[in-house]
Every structure is written in C-alpha cells, then in structure tokens.
C-alpha cells in the first residue's frame, strides 16, 4: 500500500476523532467522513509504520448508520466529525469510546467496574450557549467560521446548527460592523490587523454576552457603530473587548475592557445561578451539564456530614452543586477571576457552607490540612490532559474515601485510573454523559474508593 492507491474497503469502527476505520493487510486505515458499515473506494493519502490515512472517493455500499449531515459545511471545517452519523450510534460510539479506553490503557474490563451506560442530549443541535469564531478575510471580506481540519484556513460558517441561534445572530451582526467600517482583521503570519476572534456566550433565560478577541489594547475604531449595532439585540447584556496580542493559539487575552452593559452574565444550572465573566470556564450544554452534576453529586454519596475538597473548582459550579447536601465544601482553582467569580455565586444562591481558594492546589490544601482539615471525598474536573502528577501524589496525601473525577478526555481519565490504582484506590462505576452531539467527545464521571 501506498500513496494514491485506490483500495475498497469496509469500515468496521470508529476513531477517537469521529473518523472510520478499516485495516488493508491488517494496518488500519483512518478515514475522516466514514461510517461504521459503509463500504468504499478509498484513496490512500499518507502511510506510516503502523497505521495510515486515507479519504473516500466513492461509497459503493452506504453504512445503514449513515445519515444526510444537516449541516452544509460539514467536512470543511474542523468541527462536526460525526453529523453524517444517526445519534442512537453516534452514542454507542462513544460508550465505546469510554469502555475500550478503560480497557486499552487502564486494562479493566466491564466486569471489573460497573458501567452505567452513557445519557444522551434532550437535543442534538442548538445545544451550545458559547462559540468562539475565528475572524479572516475571503475574497477581500471579513468571515467567520472554523478552522479547516489541520489547519488555520477559516472556512466560513454563518448559522451553525449546534449552537444557540441568538449566537449566529450576534455574530453575523459583528461581521457587519468589521466590513461596514472595513475594520481590519488580523492576519496570523504578519501579526497585523485588529479583530481576531468573535466570541458570544448567552444563557437560558436569553440573556448574551458578546466578547471581540482583538491585537491591540486601542480602543475599538467605530466603536460606538457596534455598540448600536448590539445593544438593540433581544437580551444583549454586555458587550466587551478582550485584548490579546499573543503570537501563538490562545484565544482569549488577560484584559478585558467593558464597552456597553455589565461585565459578567448570570447563567443557571438547575436552580442554582452562576455568574459567568469572559474567561470563566463553563460547561457548554446546560442541560446536559446539569446530568453530569447530578451524576457527580450521586456518586459523592454526601450525607450532610461530609467535607469535600474541590480541586478544580473553576466558577465554583461543581462545588455549589456539592454545597446542597455537604456539611463544607472548599474549592481550589489556580484561575483569580474564576474564584472571584465562585464566591459571588455562593452568595447570590445564599450557600454560606462553601470557601474559595485562588492558587496552587498543592500550597492551598497543604495549608488547610495544617489547620486540621481534611476531606471525606476529593471531586476533580481537570482539563483535557487530565490531572497533574502531583495533584494525585495531594490526593494520595488528603487520603479521601471517595474520588468522584469528571472528565472531558476518557484516554486520560483511563491513565489517571491507572495513577490512582497504586495510592489504592479502585474504580468502582462509570457512567459516560453525551455534552457534544455531532462530535467525538464525550464526557465521563467516575467513582474511585479508597481500598
């Protein structure tokens, strides 16, 4: 096999990306836009010593799982790896992807934990109450929309169906602003040019949040053009400009400057209120979110006589959740406006049992131990590189009976079981929440205790 063969081939699973796979000669072949089931002419596109790429020139036997993508970029952009898939497999796809990195890496079969199964979305689409789009010109205009695959190339995208529409509205709004004012937009390999990314948040009550990511700390040209163009907007609240001027992939700058409205937003999960500033982490999905939580808080088994340390607390969303049946909750997050963000939350959802911490993990629980406190069960939600080595060797030295981990990564969730295995701590259940339909990730929830 080599570059350029044509091959048929039938596609028998699926890739952590949303990709298929087949295998020519016992090599796997990964394939972006295959179904499981689809049989197809593939052109071979790179080879490697174990593995190789390939693109599908012709289905000659569609997947029984294959659908119509709703979407008309789908395939250019980086996005939606898997709108071409029905949602029931989609699902079974990533329970898969769950269990088999439990087994690939962590070496547990389902017999050796219990695995609750995945929940899917009341929604397939307008699920997401943020986007942040990147900000290029095309044929001498300004677009927003996403990266192409493996690339900075912006293909433009105007009314995205996975996100809230008051989303593709505020933006297609600023867009007007940058080519009605021939505002200039920044260009990666000059680092020239002002408007880089367009970014909104809204929530369920309708409230927005509109963030314009720009190369220059300068007051915004025709400034006021876009805050008449927004502040008319049905349940625009805030209008802010971020500055970053950063040569690498960070989105988001450290400074924030309030052109119109408030500063930060109130989004909800349950009955609970959060105050969200631009560069607070919250989940994407509420209502998903909320099964996520909901799910967390089981597995903590909380009786009211419980001190839980939340070690990645961020706005403290996890932690409020905990607070409703946790005698004390202390959160740690190394984010100062995410904890100042945590503290005011508590107080406009009048949870007094709650203590907020900005700073290193290790220093911060290191000193509350020295006081005398410790933790009946540790909730993490890291990132998607999952825990740091020494946050594991702090929850080894917290010595909990109960680890409840919230992932956004099964692969190293999987590894960081393996991790928390030699401070002895077993895995118990898993139960897999589907936060992003019509792409590969999923989030996960599992329950360690302390043998």
């Known amino acids: 096999m080599k570059k350029n063969d044509i091959i048929n081939v039938y596609i028998e699973s699926s890739g952590f990306e949303g990709e298929g796979i087949a295998r020519v000669d ?89 695995f609750e199964g995945i929940d899917g979305a009341d929604s397939e689409y307008n699920y997401r109450n943020k986007a942040q789009f990147p900000v290029a010109y095309s044929d001498g205009k300004a677009v927003f929309g996403f990266f192409a695959p493996g690339s900075h190339r912006v293909i433009p995208c105007t009314g995205c169906n996975i996100q809230d529409d008051k989303i593709n509205v505020v933006a297609e709004a600023v867009l007007e602003y940058i080519n009605e004012n021939n505002v200039s937009v920044y260009d990666e390999n000059t680092g020239k040019g002002i408007i880089r990314h367009i970014y909104v ?70 009955k609970l209120k959060f105050y969200v500033s631009p560069n607070s982490f919250f989940q994407v999905n509420p209502g998903q979110t909320e099964k996520l939580y909901a799910k967390a808080l089981e597995y903590a088994h909380l009786t009211g006589r419980e001190t839980v340390f939340d070690l990645y607390c961020g706005v403290g969303s996890i932690s409020l959740f905990m607070a409703e049946k946790a005698k004390k909750v202390y959160g740690v997050e190394i984010v100062d406006a995410a904890i100042e963000n945590a503290k005011a939350n508590a107080e406009i959802n009048g949870i007094e049992n709650t203590s907020f911490y900005a700073g290193d993990c290790t220093d911060i629980v290191d000193k509350l131990m020295k006081q005398g406190k410790t933790a009946d069960v540790v909730v993490v939600d890291p990132p998607r590189k999952g825990c740091d080595p020494n946050l594991l060797q702090l929850i080894n030295n917290i010595s909990p009976k109960r680890v409840v981990y919230v992932s956004c990564n099964s692969s190293t969730f999987a590894r960081d079981t393996v991790n928390l295995s030699q401070f002895g701590y077993t895995l118990k259940k898993v139960s897999a929440v589907d936060l992003f339909p019509q792409t590969a990730h999923v989030e996960c929830v599992g329950l360690f205790i302390r043998k």
């Open 26 to 114: 016992g090599l796997p072949v990964f394939i972006r836009g295959g179904a499981v089931g689809d049989r197809a002419d593939i052109r071979i596109l790179k080879v490697n010593k174990n593995f190789a790429f390939g693109k599908i020139e012709k289905l000659t036997q569609p997947s029984p799982f294959r659908r119509e993508p709703v979407c008309k970029t789908f395939g250019k952009c980086g996005g939606c790896t898997m709108a071409h898939i029905t949602y029931d497999k989609q699902l079974e796809i990533k329970k898969s992807t769950v269990t088999n990195n439990l087994r690939k890496i962590a070496h547990l079969s389902e017999g050796d934990y219990l």
């Open 201 to 270: 948040r809204t929530s369920v009550s309708g409230d927005i949040m509109t963030v314009i990511v720009t190369n220059t700390s300068k007051p915004l040209p025709f400034c006021e053009k876009l805050i008449e163009k927004l502040s008319t907007i049905e349940g625009m609240k805030s209008i802010i400009q971020n500055t970053n001027t950063r040569g690498d992939n960070i989105i988001m700058g450290n400074k924030n400057t309030l052109l119109w409205g408030d500063d930060k937003i109130i989004l909800t999960l349950g």
